[in-house]
């Protein structure tokens, strides 16, 4: 039997729609434009409370396409309704990721109303960001997704973005460093372009890709303390927590633990693991659904077939890991999508998306670190800006 952990993170999609076209998005169903009904959203928190797996806190991300193309009332509905559920005991944060294009002052409102993080996609300056994310017919989407940026700051709605770094843009650190400087944009998160579903990422064949991220983090990084107006870098604080830990506290990694994220399509169908894996096909495990939450418990679902192939393979992943990797203390197993996707198995470990994201920024902070003396130095691990949901601290699919 596949033991589940304690439910953390719930992952929605309200709609898989897409109102714009990023050449390299993995995103299968991104023209389907069929809605989450409130009736599913209930059902999920029904389920996830009769269960007795959630957590004391629940992270809800509101993800998967572009979630504002659904108006400001389908979210104080849902809200409200999953507010009416939650046991006395148990608290709530949702979070969404936009492409910024439909921020309003509505929008604002919501936001700032229920405390929403918020996460806005924008990939730096505008010879950056327009050579990838464009309309569905061809034109530069930067000077709206900048304007949504701008009308958060002007309402003081906390927020942070996650840049995509492509070919393009890895030679060019100090862009990005002016940019938000002059935007005011104090929460950065960095996506190396990834091979994931469908999408194959020339970077990753790239022999020199390593060396390249490690020089632009590093360079990115000494401006952004130089300039004392950042307050989280991802890729650097994001992992400090997780290397200076206290000896002995073992390290969590719900992508890899059964239930730890609840994935949810707008009809209702369930994953789990990576939440990338939603909308993905793979008939060597029921195309990662196991179960429906109109049809199924969350009981029946860990029972499924498909839960227990993926259960199987992904602790067999984890465990390659553990005995061949150096840097397991760090990130605790990886991540199975992309494992899938560049080693065609979950039972596998080194990717060059944890090269990218775990190695070599925890050498960078290691170096740093040799360097230094950190009882003076060196500023405590900070928490995660409240902008900013646990999955982010991972990557991002839809950045």
């Known amino acids: 039997m596949v033991e589940p952990s304690c439910i953390e993170t719930i992952v929605l999609q309200p709609t898989p729609f897409c109102n714009i076209a990023c050449d390299y998005c993995y995103l299968p169903n991104r023209q389907d434009r069929?809605?989450?009904?409130?009736?599913?959203?209930?059902?999920?928190?029904?389920?996830?409370f009769a269960s007795g797996w959630a957590a004391p806190f629940l992270n809800v991300i509101w993800h998967a396409g572009e979630p504002l193309v659904l108006p400001p009332r389908y979210y104080r509905d849902a809200f409200e309704r999953i507010a009416r559920m939650l046991p006395p005991e148990t608290g709530v944060r949702h979070a969404v990721q936009t492409n910024g294009m439909l921020i309003s002052p509505d929008w604002c409102d919501l936001f700032l109303r229920y405390d929403v993080g918020v996460g806005v996609s924008i990939d730096g300056p505008r010879h950056l960001h327009d050579r990838h994310r464009r309309t569905r017919n061809g034109q530069g989407t930067f000077d709206r997704t900048l304007a949504g940026i701008r009308m958060l700051r002007e309402r003081r709605v906390p927020f942070?973005?996650?840049?995509?770094l492509s070919r393009d843009s890895l030679d060019d650190p100090d862009a990005y460093l002016d940019f938000?400087?002059?935007?005011?944009?104090d929460q950065v998160c960095?996506?190396?372009?990834?091979?994931?579903?469908d999408h194959v990422s020339g970077l990753f064949a790239?022999?020199?890709?390593?060396?390249?991220?490690s020089d632009f983090l590093q360079r990115f990084w000494?401006?952004?303390?130089?300039?004392?107006?950042?307050t989280f870098v991802r890729e650097i604080d994001g992992l400090l927590p997780r290397i200076l830990r206290p000896e002995g506290t073992e390290m969590s990694n719900e992508q890899v633990t059964p239930f730890s994220m609840l994935n949810v399509a707008c009809n209702g169908d369930v994953s789990t693991f990576s939440p990338e894996l939603l909308g993905l096909k793979d008939a060597r495990y029921g195309d990662f659904i196991v179960g429906n939450v109109h049809r199924e418990s969350l009981a029946a679902m860990r029972d499924s077939a498909a839960m227990r192939r993926m259960a199987r393979d992904i602790a067999q992943g984890v465990e390659a890991c553990r005995e061949a990797c150096p840097y397991f203390s760090v990130c605790g197993g990886g991540a199975p999508i992309n494992k899938l996707t560049?080693?065609?198995?979950?039972?596998?470990?080194r990717t060059r998306f944890c090269e990218l994201t775990q190695i070599v920024p925890t050498d960078i902070i290691l170096d740093t670190l040799e360097r230094i003396d950190p009882a003076s130095r060196f500023p405590p691990p900070p928490a995660p800006p409240s902008s900013i949901p646990p999955r982010a601290t991972w990557h991002d699919p839809i950045a």
């Open 160 to 164: 942070h973005v996650i840049s995509v």
């Open 222 to 230: 000494r401006g952004a303390r130089q300039s004392g107006r950042f």
């Open 190 to 197: 960095f996506n190396v372009e990834e091979s994931e579903g």
């Open 206 to 213: 790239r022999t020199d890709l390593l060396e390249r991220f």
């Open 342 to 349: 560049e080693n065609g198995s979950f039972a596998s470990a």
């Open 34 to 48: 069929s809605t989450m009904t409130l009736d599913t959203v209930q059902t999920v928190f029904e389920r996830v």
């Open 180 to 185: 938000y400087l002059a935007e005011g944009i």
